[in-house]
């Protein structure tokens, strides 16, 4: 009996590779440049296993060319990329890669929170510069972390490690979600769960950790802005279309609000031209989760929920179980 096909859409670590390999016909894209949606398809055909990454776009218009495919193993914790109703509908189990990377994330986060408060970058630009002259009693004076509201949007595996981060630096920390957690945790993280609005007034810091759904899509914008302290910090590690683009920009050049530290965009890699002219803007390459060992784990984990699936059994991070038929 001939082995079952998977498409490897684009690079991943070559552990995860080996990992598929004595059970499969693999088909590897091994390069950066990652596939257009006519090449996928094309490309998918005969295949039964996708292992994809968050470049890739799979709305229903693709699911519905992809004859065969029984899973789509993403390579992200994130699933915005693809229409998972849609691929229900088809019968298209869909994975993705939770865990691993939660506390790796929280690192970022809460890295790009300091860097925005304490102007590391622009320190950085400074000393590089060469415009250092002398000690200066408030030269690139920034912000306390210490003692601080911290509020979290999206209190979940994400949200809470950061709120742990936020413990250890005796912060107070707020929560927005529509799940309120249990009392016993909210005890442990020292979370206090707020509306939307009285977070945005009372944080310092406003850290996203919301999936992108129809509902999330700019869930800042001006009037969230608007509500937050001139001296407050946005910090998103999330997807870049839960925050309006055009109206950060805004509220950074007229400081409604004092910085920003982002890791993601709202047309990635394109970045707003106007946040490439601030200096009150930390920006990274959607980097949070961007550890060797988590990164790693995420390829391996991509691959073993996509053979899983061959093998005929449960796939450990299965998002659509409702599409599964043991
Ligand atoms: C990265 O953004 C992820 O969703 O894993």
């Avoid at 993403?74 to 869909?94: C, K």
Wanted: glycine share 6%; proline share 6%; aromatic share 4%.
């Amino acid at each position: 009996m001939s082995q079952p096909k998977v498409l490897i859409t684009k690079r991943i670590y070559p552990e995860a590779v080996a990992l598929i390999r004595p059970h499969c016909e693999v088909d590897y894209v091994d390069s950066d440049a990652g596939l257009s949606p006519e090449e996928l398809i094309q490309r998918a055909r005969g295949c039964q296993a996708i292992v994809s990454q968050l470049t890739d776009k799979l709305p229903a218009a693709v699911l519905a060319q992809l004859d065969g495919v029984r899973v789509i193993a993403n390579v992200a914790v994130g699933y915005d990329n693809i229409d998972v109703p849609a691929a229900t509908a088809r019968g298209i189990l869909v994975t993705n890669t939770p865990d691993v990377l939660t506390e790796t994330t929280a690192d970022f986060a809460f890295a790009l929170l300091m860097a925005a408060a304490r102007r590391v970058v622009e320190g950085h630009a400074f000393v590089h510069s060469g415009k250092w002259g002398k000690w200066l009693i408030d030269l690139l004076v920034g912000q306390d972390i210490h003692h601080r509201t911290l509020g979290i949007f999206g209190m979940g595996r994400i949200g809470q490690a950061v709120a742990r981060r936020g413990r250890g630096f005796s912060m107070n920390i707020l929560y927005s979600d529509a799940a309120p957690l249990s009392p016993e945790l909210e005890a442990e993280l020292g979370a206090r769960r707020v509306s939307r609005e009285d977070l945005l007034r009372e944080s310092d810091y406003v850290s996203l950790h919301v999936p992108l759904t129809p509902e999330t899509r700019h869930f800042i914008g001006a009037a969230e802005l608007a509500l937050m302290k001139p001296s407050a910090i946005l910090v998103n590690t999330a997807r870049g279309p839960v925050v309006d683009e055009p109206a950060l920009v805004e509220a950074l050049r007229n400081k409604t609000i004092a910085a920003a530290g982002l890791d993601v965009f709202e047309e990635e890699p394109k970045v707003h031209p106007g946040l490439l002219e601030l200096d009150n803007v930390t920006l990274a390459p959607h980097i949070a989760s961007a550890s060797v060992a988590t990164r790693r784990r995420m390829s391996e984990m991509a691959v073993e929920n996509a053979l899983a699936v061959l093998l005929g059994r449960r796939p450990a991070n299965l998002l659509n179980p409702e599409a599964f038929q043991p």
